[in-house]
């Protein structure tokens, strides 16, 4: 039994009984798959601090693309930013289509705009401006907060990575 919450075997089998599919044939199976996606679609809708991360990249000078490959499990940008003189310094982050109307600079300088674009089935942040030997020489960190993508339920003791049971009843309905 989970100290918190409520297990996925305790999940799936009260979809199965709100659904009256209980006693169905490969109802569980279906039901295991709707509780995964039930946790994906209300993480994503929630933005749960309990999914919060931060990570950083190395800017390199004239850069422009940088893999996101030390963000674990990166599922939505929050923020981004670097620290100048003690004081956090915001990159705005843009959607894809403003990057590609406005902003994609191949101009070197301090990052103002970054976007996070799926390339390839990988996600990659760019910036423009790209980061200047100047900027990499004062800096050299910059930082991401993101939301990591739940970790999928397969074990019956698993338990979501959302807060308290009654949150986690959401999925359920």
Known sequence: MATYGLEYSEIYARVQDYANITNITGSAAKAKKAVNDAVRKIAAERRWLALRRQ???????????????????????????????????????????????????????????????????????????????????????????????????SSDTDVPEIPNTNNQMAIVY
Request: glycine residues 6%; contains cysteine; negative net charge.
């Open 55 to 153: 990570g950083t990249i190395t800017p390199i000078a004239s850069t422009q693309v940088y893999a996101l490959t030390g963000l674990t499990g990166f599922n939505y940008p929050v923020r981004c930013y670097y620290i100048s003189n003690g004081i956090e310094q915001d990159i705005q982050i843009v959607s894809e289509q403003e990057w590609s109307q406005s902003y994609d600079n191949d101009s070197n300088g301090t990052p103002e705009i970054a976007a996070f674009l799926d390339i390839s089935d990988a996600t990659k942040v760019y910036f423009s401006l790209r980061p200047s030997s100047a900027f990499v020489a004062l800096y050299s960190t910059i930082y991401i907060d993101y939301d990591k993508k739940p970790t999928e339920l």
